[in-house]
């Protein structure tokens, strides 16, 4: 155990006095930022008297107790940061710096470092203190193909702060090294985004790990955001599945993206532009209903990181089925997925406790390949969402809503949304021949609206929207054919480019009105 104090308290009767050196049981030197700032002592008198005692402002300070000394860029990082008065600056580049330990180390790590309370003995903290549970936590776990394990870990209190690196069942490579340095950046960008107000969830770059060398990421943070409120993130990746979910007092978002098999991706231009619309709809789903912006934030943040960085092989196939580039556009390029946002139900009319404000939104996607061979293949796409909302609105747009047991205040708008949408393509062949080529969309919306004046309902009126429309694809295919007429049977290249062009209509069309025109 080391002790630092900001200033000295050799002698309090003297002005300026020398700053006590550290003790150190390694003998390593300490970061050039703790010398410089022990340099010198400032004494404070409490009162002109001779008689009154004269106090350095090392006795008034907290003194800094270091797990062990050591020279390191990660101990120069948290000499610094340790100061730092909130949490976002606590673990400021803390997370690359560990990291970037595996260019020339890769075995554990361990240093913490806590702030006592002036006049509070060094000697009474025991050594398990420095890495009990805290209240900030951020821990990355990775296992390599040779199924070594590494844990790095940083963990935050109000005077506390401390890392620790693990590495179990093995030995690292230089290879393995190379890659867990490589993910250093992708780490603090994650570790910024979840420190930040509002959090994000930017962990787009951690999914971007070497497959050949990296078999999965794990990454769980547990951030103290004060007022009881407690998120946790907990991101799973491999070559499997990539699950996120987090957690807090707003509610909960889960994405889970099925990796397993990437026969059925699209073009990186394809994804991109599927990814987009969905992050279009659940805008529109979150104005719909009202959603909290900040959560449904996080929600867009990890559904399109989820779908980023997909290591597809170069020719993927299902059961030895591959599909062509008609069949790619016959959908919607993604992998399967299955994605929700729920918001915490609040009674906010405090006269009417069955009255919610609340937020529902879920979305996904199933694809099945079947068939006994490329020429007998048989493809199915779902596709469906559902909003289920609630909310309080004021009766005048300039004035806010408070509503209070006092039924001058009952004057409002209660809504409730209820929507659904589905899109299901179909694709068959025979003998290499099309057979099936069809889109199915439906949408049903459906919103309540009830009026209250004074305490009294006054109207209560419900819209329902639904509608459905079959887009017959091989109508279209066959009547292209007939009309060209360079067209040669056998020749698939017409039929391939219609087959393609349908990108944009197999996305879910959530609005009902849309699907009429």
């Known amino acids: 155990m080391t002790?630092?104090?900001?200033?000295?308290?050799?002698?309090?009767?003297?002005?300026?006095?020398?700053a006590t050196s550290a003790s150190s049981t390694s003998g390593a030197a300490w970061p050039q930022s703790q010398q410089s700032t022990a340099a010198g002592s400032t004494s404070v008198t409490l009162n002109q008297q001779s008689n009154d005692p004269t106090y350095t402002l090392a006795q008034l300070s907290p003194k800094s107790v270091w797990e062990r000394v050591a020279s390191d860029a990660v101990t120069s990082r948290m000499a610094?940061?340790?100061?730092?008065?909130?949490?976002?600056?606590?673990?400021?580049?803390?997370?690359?710096?560990?990291?970037?330990?595996?260019?020339?180390?890769?075995?554990?790590?361990?240093?913490?470092?806590?702030?006592?309370?002036a006049g509070t003995p060094a000697d009474s903290v025991k050594a398990s203190a420095f890495h009990a549970q805290t209240d900030n936590q951020v821990a990355l776990t990775v296992t390599t193909r040779s199924g070594a394990t590494v844990?790095?870990?940083?963990?935050?209190?109000?005077?506390?702060?401390?890392?620790?690196?693990?590495?179990?069942?093995?030995?690292?490579?230089?290879?393995?090294?190379?890659?867990?340095?490589?993910?250093?950046?992708?780490?603090?960008?994650?570790?910024?985004?979840?420190?930040?107000?509002?959090?994000?969830?930017?962990?787009?770059?951690?999914?971007?790990?070497?497959p050949k060398v990296l078999a999965s990421v794990n990454l769980h943070a547990s951030v103290d955001r004060g007022h009881n409120d407690i998120q946790t993130i907990d991101l799973v990746a491999n070559d499997q599945q990539r699950t996120l979910t987090s957690k807090s007092l707003t509610g909960t978002v889960n994405v889970d993206v099925n990796v397993a098999d990437t026969a059925m991706l699209g073009s990186a231009t394809q994804q991109a532009d599927a990814v987009h619309k969905y992050l279009e709809q659940f805008?529109?789903?979150?104005?719909?209903?009202?959603?909290?912006?900040?959560?449904?934030?996080?929600?867009?943040?990890?559904?399109?990181?989820?779908?980023?960085?997909?290591?597809?092989?170069?020719?993927?196939?299902?059961?030895?089925?591959?599909?062509?580039?008609?069949?790619?556009?016959?959908?919607?390029?993604?992998?399967?997925?299955s994605a929700s946002i729920t918001q915490t139900a609040v009674k906010s009319n405090p006269m009417r406790s069955d009255e919610v404000?609340?937020?529902?939104?879920?979305?996904?996607?199933?694809?099945?390949?079947?068939?006994?061979?490329?020429?007998?293949?048989?493809?199915?796409?779902?596709?469906?969402?559902?909003?289920?909302?609630?909310?309080?609105?004021?009766?005048f747009a300039d004035t806010s809503l408070m509503l209070d047991e006092n039924r001058f205040s009952q004057n409002y708008f209660y809504e409730q949304i209820h929507d659904s949408a589905s899109s299901n393509t179909e694709i068959g062949y025979q003998d290499?021949?099309?057979?099936?080529?069809?889109?199915?969309?439906?949408?049903?919306?459906?919103?309540?609206?009830?009026?209250?004046?004074?305490?009294?309902?006054?109207?209560?009126?419900?819209?329902?929207?639904?509608?459905?429309?079959?887009?017959?694809?091989?109508?279209?295919?066959?009547?292209?054919?007939?009309?060209?007429?360079?067209?040669?049977?056998?020749?698939?290249?017409?039929?391939?480019?219609?087959l393609s062009s349908m990108h944009d209509r197999v996305m879910l069309q959530p609005e009902a009105g849309r699907l009429a025109n």
């Open 3 to 18: 002790v630092i104090s900001p200033l000295s308290n050799q002698n309090p009767n003297v002005q300026r006095s020398a």
């Open 80 to 117: 610094g940061n340790i100061y730092a008065p909130n949490l976002a600056n606590r673990f400021d580049g803390l997370g690359a710096a560990l990291l970037s330990r595996f260019k020339l180390d890769g075995s554990d790590f361990s240093q913490a470092v806590m702030q006592l309370p």
């Open 151 to 210: 844990t790095v870990s940083l963990g935050n209190d109000d005077d506390r702060l401390a890392v620790q690196i693990a590495v179990t069942n093995g030995k690292l490579s230089d290879a393995e090294r190379d890659a867990l340095s490589n993910l250093s950046g992708a780490f603090q960008k994650a570790i910024d985004g979840l420190t930040a107000m509002p959090p994000r969830l930017d962990v787009g770059d951690l999914l971007a790990f070497d």
């Open 283 to 337: 805008d529109a789903a979150r104005s719909r209903g009202q959603g909290d912006a900040a959560l449904m934030t996080m929600f867009k943040d990890a559904f399109a990181a989820l779908h980023s960085n997909i290591n597809a092989d170069e020719t993927p196939k299902i059961r030895g089925i591959q599909l062509s580039t008609g069949d790619h556009g016959m959908m919607t390029g993604l992998a399967d997925f």
């Open 357 to 395: 404000d609340a937020f529902s939104y879920q979305v996904s996607q199933d694809t099945k390949i079947t068939g006994a061979s490329a020429l007998d293949r048989n493809i199915k796409q779902h596709q469906e969402s559902k909003l289920d909302a609630s909310f309080h609105r004021s009766l």
């Open 432 to 498: 290499g021949n099309l057979t099936k080529a069809s889109i199915t969309q439906s949408a049903d919306q459906s919103r309540r609206v009830q009026k209250y004046e004074l305490g009294r309902l006054e109207s209560d009126t419900t819209d329902p929207v639904s509608n459905t429309h079959t887009t017959d694809v091989l109508a279209l295919v066959k009547a292209a054919e007939q009309s060209d007429e360079s067209y040669r049977p056998g020749d698939i290249k017409l039929q391939e480019k219609i």
